[in-house]
């Protein structure tokens, strides 16, 4: 019987709004959540990283535009197409209420708790050095490869739809507008954001008017000259005060991606058509041979939406040192993350209510996941949006790009300082910049990608484990972090051996692959037996786990 994607939304609604109200405000009462306890930003406050928000909203703003790249759209289009809407919306909702929303929450409190540090900081103290040492090395790699394929693809963004790059660019002058408004005049906020989206509105119009590209200079092509300038853009970003950039640039930012959302819902609730009758696929691996087994496959397909480890990087670097108050960490840490699974389901309703599995699979083949989005959202919203739906869903994802790719080098300059010694914030971000730009320019980003999504649930499968350390050490539970913490390791570990084992045998065989993929296992092996080993300490003399 097929089934209308509104009654889709709906479910998934409630069972978002019951998540936060119900397990989001208990895990708060659990970890001890303390309303009147000052915050590292303003116990540390330095007028550049440590900075409490103005307000939760602009803090909720950054985080969710940080933490909301491009991965919540092309895990979830790729995952519909090789396994089905069904599966795929399963994983959402379990793995972002019980999993995701959690790791966001407790890595946000307990980076909070240890003065703003990283989450792989904190495994010093609540692991063991060693723990501390591989998983920072770990971490930084990936949130390298993170800035140079985003800046790859925000680059082929811009260079694809002229139109977003008036708004992309004009928005960096009128964050800082914003910034100074609120900050050194003391604008209030309603007035601050009216003043703001009334200059967004302004962008949003004149890039449609006057769509602009780059040419090519110095013999160079507009894609590389795009990627030199956000990489440039990226380390003016990350020096700068978080309240004269950062973050207001994420906040406005965020009611483009607010608003897409909002859109979209209401598409769905006028066109209301039915899902694909293809709620499940089979593995067929001559139709998609990199696809894989569902289990372990599909759950480091879709990450964003359900768990990332790089969320856990996001709320143990910027956020925590912006938070003005604990009262705020499940709104930001456990909501954002639910409304970011509301993300990946639009996203699966656009590509398997809007076209039949066979027009998805065309589409994917011949413009890949991000225009297979913007075809589907472009459907569903063309009675509100006219033509402008699949350019608007576009200017929408490069938001997400954009704010991720700041907010990961300013991160990745936090990681270069801890774990390098370096204390020089310009040092430790050329570094972090120029390490980026030569894996974005050289195209050996290629040759990591791959194994990129098991990666990240690795980080988040680790993060949890450190905040068990952590809750037991204070004597708390850990049924909560350790149960998703041994989940995700299983799965992880499960779809490195897959990807190990089928590098090795294709056809030429990818060693390259195969041997990170080896690396990384033993990297998560080494951890989890350390902290294995520091869970066993602990539980001695306490009554229950």
């Not at 209308?4 to 405000?25: C, E, F, H, K, Q």
């Not at 790059?165 to 604008?187: D, E, H, R």
Request: aromatic share 12%; with cysteine.
């Amino acid at each position: 019987m097929p089934i209308n994607s509104l009654v889709v939304l709906i479910g998934v609604l409630i069972a978002l709004t019951l998540a936060y109200r119900l397990y989001g405000r208990f895990l708060a009462r659990h970890f001890g959540a303390d309303f009147n306890r000052r915050t590292p930003a303003h116990t540390q406050y330095d007028g550049v990283d440590f900075v409490p928000a103005k307000n939760w909203m602009v803090l909720f703003g950054h985080h969710f535009s940080s933490i909301c790249g491009a991965g919540p759209i092309i895990g979830p289009v790729l995952a519909c197409a090789y396994w089905g809407w069904g599966p795929s919306l399963l994983w959402l909702l379990i793995g972002a209420i019980w999993m995701g929303a959690v790791s966001d929450f407790a890595s946000l409190f307990v980076s909070v708790r240890s003065q703003g540090s990283s989450i792989a900081e904190i495994a010093k103290p609540e692991i063991s050095a060693r723990a501390r040492l591989f998983f920072s090395i770990f971490i930084w790699i990936s949130i390298i490869l993170v800035i140079a394929v985003f800046a790859i693809f925000a680059a082929k963004t811009l260079t694809a739809e002229p139109s977003t790059v008036v708004p992309s660019v004009g928005l960096i002058p009128t964050a800082m507008l914003i910034g100074w408004l609120f900050y050194a005049k003391n604008v209030g906020m309603k007035s601050g954001t009216a003043i703001g989206l009334s200059l967004l509105a302004l962008l949003l119009w004149t890039g449609n008017q006057i769509p602009l590209q780059l040419p090519g200079l110095f013999g160079l092509d507009a894609l590389t000259l795009w990627i030199i300038l956000l990489l440039f853009y990226c380390f003016i970003a990350s020096v700068l005060p978080v309240q004269y950039l950062l973050q207001p640039r994420d906040y406005l930012a965020s009611y483009v991606l607010f608003g897409s959302i909002a859109i979209g819902i209401i598409g769905i609730v006028i066109v209301r058509p039915e899902m694909q009758p293809e709620i499940f696929r089979a593995y067929q691996p001559l139709d998609w041979p990199q696809a894989g087994p569902l289990w372990p496959m599909l759950f480091v397909t879709i990450a964003c939406g359900a768990i990332s480890g790089f969320h856990s990087l996001v709320s143990s670097g910027t956020t925590c040192k912006q938070l003005d108050s604990e009262r705020h960490a499940c709104r930001i840490g456990y909501g954002g993350m639910l409304l970011e699974c509301l993300v990946g389901v639009l996203v699966l309703i656009c590509v398997s209510a809007a076209m039949s599995g066979s027009q998805l699979a065309q589409v994917l083949k011949e413009g890949g996941p991000i225009a297979a989005y913007s075809e589907g959202y472009g459907s569903l919203t063309r009675l509100l949006l006219s033509g402008y739906g699949k350019p608007f869903a576009v200017l929408a994802l490069n938001a997400f790009l954009l704010t991720t790719l700041d907010s990961a080098t300013r991160i990745a300059r936090y990681l270069t300082s801890e774990l390098f010694g370096i204390k020089n914030m310009y040092t430790a971000t050329a570094l972090v910049v120029i390490a980026a730009g030569a894996l974005a320019l050289t195209g050996k980003w290629n040759l990591l990608w791959p194994a990129f999504g098991a990666a990240n649930q690795l980080i988040a499968g680790l993060s949890l484990l450190v905040v068990s350390c952590w809750l037991l050490k204070r004597g708390k539970a850990v049924w909560h972090t350790l149960i998703p913490a041994g989940i995700m390791l299983i799965t992880t570990l499960a779809a490195l051996a897959y990807q190990c084992r089928q590098t090795m045998h294709a056809s030429p065989p990818n060693y390259f692959i195969a041997a990170v993929a080896a690396m990384l296992i033993v990297v998560a092996v080494i951890v989890f037996l350390e902290a294995l080993n520091t869970l066993r300490k602990r539980k001695r003399g306490q009554r229950s786990f």
